[in-house]
Antibody
Framework: QVQLQQSGPGLVKPSETLSLTCAVS????????WSWIRQTPGKGLEWIGY???????KHNPSLKSRVTMSVDTSKNLFSLKLTSVTAADTAVYYC??????????????????WGQGTLVTVSS | EIVLTQSPGTLSLSPGERATLSCRAS??????LAWYQHKPGQAPRLLIY???NRATGIPARFSGSGSGTDFTLTINSLEPEDFTVYYC?????????FGQGTKVEIK
């Protein structure tokens, strides 16, 4: 069973960079694409983007160029950086797997495994 | 981007009753729609994928239907643990998007 463990600071100052890490256990990071999703009070759940172990990424255009995602295959973890944060970036951030697998096949874009969530508050 | 509109915002029902949740897409998503259950302090849980297929381990009282722009999640005979928030999500087009959620509360 794949498990995701998130880590990172819960408080970030405005204009600084939010950094979160998600460690994958019970499976290889090479086995899927890996997503970041956040939940803000005003906008609900918002998909941030995903990364593949090859380095391929896709992100939500609404976040423009502020998002950087990376993967460390040697440590079986992936990371998110969000630059120039404002109060609007205050949210619970989740990492998640990106493909659901069962006996009938694989379904890209269905998030089966999730991290525990990290509340990140942007405040001075 | 595709906007998903869920209704109602809140559904007040009693245990044992049937819940019917709606999700409407601003343009067709085919059957590329999923439903998640989200309990406070927990990560979301995938219930339904491809509009009508239950994910592994999901009880049979949960069912999904629909295609194109109109979808429904039905929970037959609500159990106490079912009273929480439910989201729909589309993976038909970038960026993937979620609905704003429907809260199922105890009447």
């Amino acid at each position: 069973q794949v498990q995701l463990q998130q880590s990172g600071p819960g408080l970030v100052k405005p204009s600084e960079t939010l950094s979160l890490t998600c460690a994958v256990s019970g499976g290889s990071i090479n086995s899927d694409y890996w997503s970041w999703i956040r939940q803000t009070p005003g906008k609900g759940l918002e998909w941030i983007g995903y990364i593949h172990y090859t380095g391929t990424t896709k992100h939500n255009p609404s976040l423009k160029s502020r998002v950087t995602m990376s993967v460390d295959t040697s440590k079986n973890l992936f990371s998110l950086k969000l630059t120039s944060v404002t109060a609007a970036d205050t949210a619970v951030y989740y990492c998640a797997s990106t493909t659901y697998y069962d006996a009938s096949g694989s379904y890209f874009g269905c998030h089966q495994h999730w991290g525990q969530g990290t509340l990140v508050t942007v405040s001075s | 981007e595709i906007v998903l509109t869920q209704s109602p915002g809140t559904l007040s029902l009693s245990p044992g009753e049937r819940a019917t949740l709606s999700c409407r897409a601003s343009q067709s998503v085919g059957t590329y729609l999923a439903w998640y259950q989200h309990k406070p302090g927990q990560a979301p849980r995938l219930l339904i994928y491809n509009a009508s297929n239950r994910a592994t381990g999901i009880p049979a009282r949960f069912s999904g239907s629909g295609s194109g722009t109109d979808f429904t999640l039905t929970i037959n005979s609500l159990e106490p643990e079912d009273f929480t928030v439910y989201y729909c999500q589309q993976r038909s087009d970038w960026p993937w998007t979620f609905g704003q959620g429907t809260k199922v509360e105890i009447k």
